[in-house]
Nanobody, 115 residues
Framework: QVQLVESGGGLVQPGGSLRLSCAASGFTVSRNAMRWYRQAPGKERALVASIGSLGGTFYADSVKGRFTISRDNVKNTVYLQMNSLKPEDTAVYYC?????????WGQGTQVTVSS
């Protein structure tokens, strides 16, 4: 059974950092593209970053140079390191993947950037 469990969200001041984790089970993260999305209040869910099975990465323009996606194949976990956070980064962040059995989402973790 595929499961994705996010953690690491919280309240941080502008300019601060957070690291989100997505612990996966039921499949191997190194064999699947893994994605981080976010959804701010009143806005549609948007892709933030992704990492492919071969390690290639993608970042939305709004987070380039500030966010880094990575994975730990031993822990079967994907991370999103977020630096230089801005108030506009405030959102619920979701981990997502697609396997042969369908698309899966985590429950989300809230990130709030505020002074």
């Amino acid at each position: 059974q595929v499961q994705l469990v996010e953690s690491g969200g919280g309240l941080v001041q502008p300019g601060g950092s957070l690291r989100l984790s997505c612990a996966a089970s039921g499949f191997t993260v190194s064999r699947n593209a893994m994605r981080w999305y976010r959804q701010a209040p009143g806005k549609e869910r948007a892709l933030v970053a992704s990492i492919g099975s071969l390690g290639g990465t993608f970042y939305a323009d709004s987070v380039k140079g500030r966010f880094t996606i990575s994975r730990d194949n031993v822990k079967n976990t994907v991370y999103l390191q977020m630096n230089s956070l801005k108030p506009e980064d405030t959102a619920v962040y979701y981990c997502q993947t697609s396997t042969t059995s369908g698309a899966y989402w985590g429950q989300g973790t809230q990130v709030t950037v505020s002074s």
